[in-house]
């Protein structure tokens, strides 16, 4: 059988994960044997890297390795939006199969680009875009194909994750654990998109529209990083029997809208309480972990690395594999099944409107330490018809008062009304944290 040439973009920290299964098929699935690759893109030829690969299939112009005749399959892991998007479309244009790992460029353009794939007949395949090495995307698209999916939630960024492990267990401040997770290559030197929640909001984005059936706006979906996380708050949580946890959340909203409307779905990404026996609590260190929950399949988690060379390659891997599996079989018989089919939008979605989310909040407030400041709290809640699961006051100092509110679940508007209340009381100072709470 003639071998399926395949053309890499990037060779780093994925890149290279991916060039080394290739290159050492041994007792993997046999269609590896059947990969060649064929052409390699990177910026620098000079760079030391890990794998060694003959000087011939090198260039620093990436469209070489797009219009290479000889490559069936590109596999974008350069990262980035441009010039990897356009890259991506040119692939596609050019009558080639997609696999990219770039959740940046598929969490805003993902519908563009099926949509071109689509008219051109070819696969464009992403599972190494979500959890890394954790398969997600397909069981999404095909596994639970038969399930009306009511939420899907979890830890889906590793470095957050191992911050705020390391945060709950040894009691260290937010930039110190940062500084460390650098040193230990966990964290890239500038953090921004893992700390500030940007990483987990564009995965989310892109599980949503898998399970929910319709792409959603990106830029819609209200975004907290872990950045401003206080090592107290994470001691106060953890007192009260809660880890926080950076999570993603997607779900539903009680409303059913009929087909052809567009399906509210209340989407965030924020530093959460998460009570010490859900499952999610035991995900710690570099771990990602993703709980899906419909009807009539009921709870399942998916768990792994959620991020590393060698788990992000072997998501990338059984993307080409897929593709190569296809190919081979319509060389032998035409094989027509349709392209993109499991990637198939059916629905129109959105992001809720951010008053209009519904869930459990977490309040720190910092309050002068005099007696009936509580109760007046209290009142206020109640006034604007939000119960409360427990009110708690800790470290009391001569003159301030920490008071910490665990709300029922409650719509954020009613929420905001109630804090710009309290924040009016002459005995509050500031409220100095919210957080949502599972
Ligand atoms: N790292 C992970 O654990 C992980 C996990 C899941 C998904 N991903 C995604 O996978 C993708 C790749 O990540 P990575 O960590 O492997 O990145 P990386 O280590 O920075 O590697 C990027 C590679 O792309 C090449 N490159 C970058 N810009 C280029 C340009 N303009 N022209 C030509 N080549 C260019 C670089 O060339 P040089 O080597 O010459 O600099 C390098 O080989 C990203 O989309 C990332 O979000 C990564």
């Not at 960024?157 to 040894?170: A, C, F, H, P, Q």
């Not at 987990?200 to 984005?205: E, L, N």
């Not at 309480?273 to 972990?289: C, D, F, I, Q, T």
Request: with cysteine; aromatic share 4%; glycine share 10%.
């Amino acid at each position: 059988m003639k071998k399926i040439g395949i053309g890499l973009l990037g060779l780093g920290t994925v890149g290279q994960g991916v060039a080394n299964i290739i290159s050492n098929p041994t007792d993997r699935h046999p269609l590896v044997e059947e990969l060649e690759l064929i052409g390699v893109s990177v910026r620098n030829l000079q760079k030391k890297r890990d794998i060694s690969l003959p000087d011939s299939i090198f260039t620093t112009d990436p469209i070489e390795v797009v219009n290479n005749p000889n490559i069936q399959i590109i596999v974008e892991v350069m990262g980035g939006i441009e010039p990897a998007k356009s890259l991506i479309i040119q692939a596609i244009r050019a009558g080639k199969s997609v696999v990219t790992a770039n959740k940046a460029v598929i969490a805003r353009y993902g519908e563009e680009i099926a949509n071109e794939a689509k008219a051109a007949g070819v696969y464009v395949l992403i599972e190494a875009a979500v959890g890394g090495g954790i398969p997600i995307i397909e069981p999404l698209k095909q596994s639970l194909g038969g399930n009306q999916i009511t939420k899907v939630s979890g830890i889906i960024n590793g470095t957050t994750n191992y911050i705020l492990s390391r945060m709950d267990k040894e009691g260290v401040n937010y930039a110190d654990v940062l500084k460390d997770a650098q040193q230990l290559g966990y964290a890239e030197s500038d953090p921004a998109a893992d700390v500030e929640g940007s990483d987990a909001a564009d995965k989310i984005a892109i599980l949503s529209g898998l399970a929910f059936g319709g792409p959603i706006t990106r830029a819609d979906i209200p975004t907290k990083g872990i950045n401003l996380l206080e090592a107290i708050d994470v001691n106060y949580a953890r007192k009260l029997g809660y880890g926080i946890k950076l999570l993603a959340i997607s779900e539903k909203e009680n409303s059913q809208s009929k087909s052809k409307e567009s399906q509210p779905l209340s989407i965030w990404v924020e530093p959460t309480l998460v009570p010490e026996n859900n499952p999610l609590a035991g995900v710690n260190g570099v771990n990602n972990a993703i709980l899906v929950e419909g009807n009539p399949i009921g709870r399942v988690m998916f768990f792994g690395p959620g991020a590393g060379s060698g788990p992000t390659a072997s998501a990338v891997v059984a993307d080409i594999l897929n593709i190569a599996g296809i190919q081979s079989m319509s060389e032998d018989k035409p094989f027509n099944l349709d392209p993109l089919l499991s990637a198939k939008s059916w629905k129109k979605c959105h992001v809720a409107h951010q008053k209009e989310i519904t869930k459990k909040n977490y309040i720190r407030l910092i309050a002068e330490d005099t007696p009936g400041v509580i109760g007046e709290i209290g009142t206020i809640f109640g006034k604007k018809k939000i119960s409360i699961e427990s009110i708690v006051q800790f470290d009391a100092s001569d003159s301030e008062a920490e008071i910490v509110v665990i709300t029922h679940k409650i719509k954020l508007g009613q929420l905001d009304q109630a804090l710009s209340d309290i924040k009016n009381l002459s005995q509050v100072k500031r409220i100095a944290a919210t957080m949502g709470c599972l």
